[in-house]
């Protein structure tokens, strides 16, 4: 996994470009999957949401181990524009999962087991 993390304030304490937005956006959860059926999978927490697009921190992958290209790594924050963005909104439990990003088990972590190893560290 990769130790690019990024600490975000909890939710409900962060300053939002456009709150009203952001609370309509994430009405049904604020945590999504990206683009689903992509070969490689990702989830993450809407940190932000704007009428540009959405700030969002991933939160687990599920790599195609078969398959060369997985661009996001657990940790990272991304905009996506919405003109470019491909989303549905899942659970918390379901987007902090077990990330699958290695043939070696001690490499697949969930979320809580990925912030406790990067902040621990």
Not at 10 to 29: I, K
């Amino acid at each position: 996994m990769t130790t690019s993390y990024i600490q975000v304030p909890p939710h409900g304490q962060r300053e939002y470009m456009n709150t009203s937005y952001y609370l309509q956006f994430t009405d049904v959860s604020r945590f999504i999957k990206l683009y689903p059926g992509d070969t490689h999978s990702k989830w993450g927490e809407v940190i932000d949401a704007w009428q540009a697009g959405i700030k969002i921190r991933i939160t687990r992958v599920k790599n195609n181990l078969s398959c060369s290209g997985a661009s996001y790594e657990v940790g990272t924050v991304h905009f996506i524009p919405m003109s470019k963005v491909s989303f549905q909104y899942v659970t918390e439990e379901e987007a902090s999962g077990v990330s699958i990003v290695s043939y070696a088990q001690d490499k697949n972590l969930t979320w809580d087991e990925f912030v406790a190893q990067t902040e621990g560290e």
